[in-house]
C-alpha cells in the first residue's frame, strides 16, 4: 500500500505541474521596444561544416535588418574543406567575413571575434541552423529597449523522418520550458544557436569563464546577467531551424552535454533531480505492475500520458510545427529509461562532441 501511494502522489504532483505549465505557455510574445535599432554582429562558429558553408552565405545576404550588422563566420580548426570555401565566398563580400580562430573550441572562437570588433549586440547562431530574411529583426526587436541585456529566441528541430519527428517533439519540450521561465522573469534555458546579448552586458559579467568546458557557456551567461539585472532577459518567437542528430548514439552524447549545464542555473539542479525521480518512478511502476499494481500502474500511465500529449501538442505549436501521435509514442515508451540514462551520465561529466572529448 505504500508503494501505491507514493505512486498516486507522484502521479498527482506531476500531472498537476504539467497542466499549470501548459496554462503558462499562452503568455503573449514580449513586444517590439521603440528606440534606435541597435548595431550587432552575427557569430557563426564553423567546425567540419563543409556542407552547410555556400547555404550560410545565401541566407546571410537575404537578411532583412534595420539596423547596421555584419556577419562574421568563425572557422574552429577545421579538418574539411569548410575553410577554404569560407574564404573564396567571403572574398568581395559587403557584409560576410571568414576568420580562423586561434583558440580551440566554440566559446574562443566566439570570444576573439568579440574581442575584434565594435557593435553594441553580439549575435550568435550555429552553422546548421537555418535562418529566414526577418529572423535577425524578429530577434533584435527587443534590443532597441537598452534594459534589455539578453534576448533568447527559439530553436526546432526540422526533417521529416520519423527518427527526426521524435527528436523534434522530445526537445520542444525543452523550448517550451524556456519560453515559459522566461515569461516569468526568470529563464532557464537558451541556447546559442539563437541568441543576441548586449555588448556591455558581455563586458560586465566578464565574458565567458573557462574555455576548458565544451558546454554551459550560453546559460553561464544567462545565470549571471539575469542574477545582476533581473527583468534584463527576454525570449522571444524568432525561430531557426536544425536538424535532428543522425543517429542515437550521437543524440545521446548531445543530451548528456545539454544535462550538464543544468548545474550552472540557479534551481536548475533541484528541477533536474526532481524530474529524474518522477522518471524513476514512472518506470518502477511498470515492474512492479505484475506484482499486484496492476491498476495503480494503469491509472498513473492514462494520466501521465494524456497530460504528456496535452503540453507536446501545445509545446510544438508554439514552435509553429504539427503534433504526431507515431513520434509520440516513441517518445512516451522511451523517455522514462532516456532520462534516468542521461541524468546519471551527466553526472560524470564526460562526454564526446564533434571529436572532441570533454570531462
Known amino acids: 500500500m505504500l508503494w501505491v501511494f507514493v505512486v498516486m502522489c507522484c502521479t498527482s504532483i506531476y500531472c498537476y505541474a504539467v497542466a499549470w505549465l501548459w496554462f503558462r505557455m499562452v503568455v503573449p510574445d514580449s513586444r517590439e521596444a521603440l528606440g ?45 574543406q569548410s575553410w577554404p570555401q569560407m574564404q573564396r565566398l567571403a572574398t568581395g563580400h559587403p557584409r560576410i567575413r571568414a576568420y580562423q580562430s586561434s583558440g580551440v573550441g566554440k566559446k574562443a572562437a566566439i570570444a576573439e571575434v568579440i574581442a575584434a570588433t565594435q557593435s553594441q549586440v553580439i549575435v550568435t547562431t550555429d552553422a546548421d541552423c537555418v535562418i529566414d530574411d526577418g529572423w535577425m529583426r524578429s530577434l533584435m526587436a527587443t534590443m532597441r529597449d537598452e534594459s534589455v541585456r539578453l534576448t533568447a529566441g527559439l530553436v526546432r528541430i526540422a526533417g521529416g523522418s520519423l527518427w527526426n519527428r521524435v527528436q523534434a517533439l522530445e526537445f520542444s519540450s525543452v523550448m517550451a520550458m524556456a519560453w515559459i521561465t522566461a515569461k516569468g522573469g526568470r529563464p532557464l534555458y537558451c541556447s546559442g544557436a539563437n541568441l543576441a546579448i548586449r555588448r556591455s552586458a558581455w563586458e560586465e559579467v566578464g565574458g565567458y569563464g573557462m574555455y576548458g568546458t565544451g558546454t554551459g557557456d550560453d546559460l553561464d551567461l544567462l545565470n549571471r546577467i539575469a542574477s545582476l539585472h533581473p527583468g534584463s532577459t527576454r525570449m522571444v518567437r524568432a525561430t531557426v531551424d536544425t536538424h535532428g542528430q543522425a543517429d542515437a548514439v550521437t543524440f545521446l552524447q548531445q543530451r548528456i552535454r545539454w544535462a550538464s549545464k543544468w548545474q550552472r542555473v540557479q534551481g536548475g539542479t533541484a528541477l533536474a533531480v526532481v524530474h529524474w525521480i518522477f522518471q524513476v518512478v514512472f518506470l518502477g511502476v511498470l515492474f512492479t505492475a505484475p506484482l499486484g499494481y496492476g491498476s495503480a500502474a494503469a491509472c498513473c500511465w492514462f494520466l501521465k500520458v494524456l497530460v504528456d500529449g496535452l503540453f507536446l501538442t501545445r509545446a510544438m505549436s508554439l514552435l509553429g510545427q504539427r503534433f504526431g501521435l507515431a513520434e509520440f509514442l516513441v517518445v512516451e515508451a522511451l523517455y522514462a529509461p532516456y532520462v534516468i540514462y542521461v541524468g546519471l551520465q551527466a553526472l560524470t561529466g564526460r562526454y564526446v562532441w564533434k571529436g572532441r572529448t570533454y570531462n
Open 36 to 80: 534606435p535599432w541597435p548595431s550587432a554582429v552575427v557569430i557563426v562558429p564553423v567546425r567540419n561544416e563543409e556542407n552547410h558553408i555556400a547555404r550560410l552565405f545565401t541566407q546571410f545576404s537575404s537578411i532583412t535588418y534595420p539596423g547596421d550588422w555584419e556577419v562574421w563566420l568563425v572557422d574552429d580548426h577545421s579538418t574539411d
